[in-house]
């Protein structure tokens, strides 16, 4: 199973949106409405911020949205914060297993 | 509150099998719809998915690990126990336990993780 691909890094000013794409193909993105995205900072374990493509767990700034279009999944954040500079990881369920993204790293400069 | 955590040996020599116990607490896998995973992510680099195992007892695994990979659980315990055959160096990695509720079929995201346990392999 090929990793999802996600751009490598993502920059943005405070208070400006982002957007990370995570493409993926009809066997998983495009398959399931099971796309998930996960905030990591360094040497922390992943926090789940988006699940089943746009649900938000309870906690969760709605800042962080997400949406999918074929076999792309796409995380926004809206009015970027100092505190959203981390790595983000997308992942998918495919036939009885899942599959992570290459991971991207959101600068806030 | 729900909590994981993972234990296990630091360091494993090539071609030995590593064993990792993932103990949880707050929810029960006999629980319907209650999942548990190992995920890992070798230093620098993505995370990879491993293998899940279910409140019934099924369980699923990397395609690309399936041979090497066992998971079993112990309800009783409240543990989930990950063994890996046959480790080389490229194995090296940080390895987490993460759940993964699954509501009438659905499954939603790892919610809860543990904190990671670092795992090299190395002579």
């Known amino acids: 199973q090929s990793a999802l691909t996600q751009p490598a890094s993502v920059s943005g000013s405070p208070g400006q949106s982002i957007t990370i794409s995570c493409t993926g193909t009809s066997s998983d993105v495009g398959g399931y409405n099971y796309v998930s995205w996960y905030q990591q900072h360094p040497g922390k374990a992943p926090k789940l911020m988006i699940y089943d493509v746009s649900n938000r767990p309870s906690g969760v700034s709605n800042r962080f949205s997400g949406s999918k279009s074929g076999n792309t999944a796409s995380l926004t954040i809206s009015g970027l914060q100092a505190e959203d500079e981390a790595d983000y990881y997308c992942?998918?369920?495919?036939?009885?297993?899942?599959?992570f993204g290459t991971g991207t790293k959101v600068t806030v400069l | 509150q729900v909590t994981l955590r993972e234990s296990g040996p630091a360091l494993v020599k090539p071609t030995q099998t590593l064993t990792l116990t993932c103990t949880f607490s707050?929810?029960?896998?006999?629980?319907?719809?209650?999942?548990v995973s190992w995920i890992r992510q070798p230093p620098g680099k993505a995370l990879e998915w491993l293998a899940r195992?279910?409140?019934?007892?099924?369980?699923y695994y990397s395609t690309s690990l399936k041979t090497r990979l066992t998971i079993s659980k112990d309800t009783s315990k409240n543990q989930v126990v990950l063994t890996m055959t046959n480790m080389d160096p490229v194995d090296t990695a940080t390895y987490y336990c993460a759940r993964i509720p699954i509501s009438s079929g659905i499954p939603g995201g790892y919610d809860y993780w543990g904190q990671g346990t670092l795992v090299t392999v190395s002579s």
């Open positions: 992942s998918s369920y495919t036939s009885s297993s899942y599959v």
């Open positions: 707050g929810f029960s896998l006999s629980t319907s719809g209650m999942c």
């Open positions: 195992i279910d409140w019934d007892d099924d369980k």
